[in-house]
């Protein structure tokens, strides 16, 4: 049986796959209006570490704006 945690991050990715602004919104409005939206959950360890990470890339200027990156990502899904 997965863990909240495995499920947490089974829904994460799925919703980074998804692009239609209509659906988000839908979603986005559904957890609004519950009350998981308003209940606080605590970070792992490893997220702990990827934010920390995140924000000394940022600070020392290692981005890559989204316009950029979804052109890296359309070479590499067609092998270009």
Not at 22 to 33: H, N, P, Q, T, V
Not at 64 to 73: A, K, M, P
Request: glycine share 2%.
């Amino acid at each position: 049986m997965a863990t909240t945690n495995e499920i947490r991050n089974r829904v994460i990715e799925s919703l980074m796959a998804i692009d239609n602004h209509d659906y988000l919104k839908a979603l986005e409005d559904m957890i609004r209006s519950s009350n998981v939206a308003h209940q606080r959950i605590p970070l792992t360890e490893e997220q702990r570490l990827m934010l920390s990470i995140s924000d000394q890339d940022i600070e020392a200027g290692r981005i890559v704006d989204q316009d950029r990156l979804d052109s890296r990502e359309r070479k590499w899904l067609t092998g270009e």
